[in-house]
């Protein structure tokens, strides 16, 4: 079903069934305005090896517990019944730092195993993919995301408070060597640092473009633990691609975006390519297939999201075994994503920072 114009819809749905008049029970998860959530991002664990200054603070967070984290057989469950009664077609595991969870391998190799086989990828800061690359393609990864915010060692301490550059280029060649493809670069920039940010996103292109790499630029977004962020300080879509024109030729890419966040653009002609994801200038709401499980189980309808629906609490109550829990869990997932707002509503009056950061959401 094609996703109509969208504008905010006037009031939220009441409490109770009427909430969910006309929700369909089987297919896709769709929600009022017709969207299909079809490509799932789960966290699985909200810890991160990383202290980037857009992110958190130098000190870190306070961790979930190990016991509110969901089970690697609780993840698992939650992905068979996304594929299989939900059609998601992607699964994506983030964190935090995916890395991080020692039960990754196993993860992987049971949800590729599922019939019919979703695309996985990950999110990492690839600080242990040098050591983990062949296992993680060999369990069934087919794809993944590393976040480098600089093709620099100073530049990239400065961001991210660790000195593990070298760390990160390893794992990105390792991932190469294990034949994951395409290997994309998600960088977001600020103009805090040292270095201008202009020369960093040229550093950083020509970096990829060497090494055969799919950058993407992302605008900061309020997301940030700290909650420091300010949009007359962020770094926008035009002014990047603006940056990147002074040394290369772009042209926007011909080929449908579809619901991709990124928006495609040729350098020099192709077939190499630069992406830039305008969440906060550009906002691709209208196109958004996205549902999201954090690593405490519970479903965020957008990254935005001022709610979430407890799946962890009926996975855990015992109440419903087998077949019956996997309606019960596949029904509450449905009306979750039937509630979704129009858009993000960055520019409304009554928009509000989501309480969790990033790190605890999962990207």
Not at 95 to 114: D, F, M, N, T
Not at 253 to 274: E, T
Not at 339 to 350: L, N
Request: hydrophobic fraction near 40%; proline fraction near 6%.
């Amino acid at each position: 079903m094609a996703a109509v114009a969208l504008g905010l819809p006037r009031s939220q749905p009441r409490s109770g069934e009427a909430a969910f008049a006309g929700m369909p029970t089987s297919g896709p998860m769709l929600d009022r305005f017709g969207r299909a959530a079809t490509d799932l991002r789960i966290s699985l664990t909200d810890r991160c090896n990383l202290r980037c200054t857009y992110c958190m603070p130098e000190e870190g967070l306070q961790w979930l517990p190990d016991h509110d984290l969901l089970s690697a057989e609780e993840i698992v469950r939650l992905v068979r019944i996304a594929v299989t009664a939900l059609q998601v077609a992607e699964v994506r595991f983030t964190g935090g730092e995916p890395l991080l969870r020692k039960e990754l391998p196993e993860i992987l190799r049971a949800v590729s195993a599922l019939r019919p086989r979703p695309e996985l990828s990950l999110t990492t800061n690839a600080l242990g993919l040098r050591q983990k690359a062949q296992l993680l393609a060999d369990s069934g990864l087919d794809r993944l995301n590393v976040s480098l915010d600089a093709a620099d060692p100073a530049t990239y301490a400065e961001s991210t408070r660790r000195n593990r550059f070298g760390d990160v280029i390893a794992g990105l060649a390792a991932a190469k060597a294990a034949g994951l493809r395409p290997i994309k670069v998600n960088a977001v920039l600020t103009r805090r640092g040292t270095k201008p940010w202009r020369q960093v996103a040229a550093e950083l292109l020509d970096l990829c473009l060497a090494e055969g790499y799919e950058l993407r630029f992302i605008e900061q977004m309020p997301l940030d633990a700290e909650r420091s962020w300010s949009r007359d300080e962020m770094v926008t879509a035009d002014e990047i691609l603006d940056a990147l024109s002074r040394n290369h030729s772009l042209s926007l890419d011909p080929a449908p975006r579809g619901s991709a966040p990124a928006s495609r653009w040729l350098v020099d002609g192709g077939p190499a390519s630069v992406g830039v994801i305008a969440s906060v200038t550009k906002p691709f709401c209208a196109d958004c297939d996205r549902t999201r499980i954090t690593a405490d189980g519970q479903v965020r309808n957008c990254l935005f999201a001022a709610e979430e629906t407890d799946l962890r609490a009926l996975l855990r109550a015992q109440e419903l075994q087998g077949a019956d829990l996997d309606e019960a869990l596949a029904l509450r997932w449905r009306q979750a994503m039937w509630t979704k707002r129009a858009g993000h509503g960055m520019d409304e009056p009554w928009f509000q920072q989501p309480e969790r950061p990033m790190s605890a959401i999962g990207g």
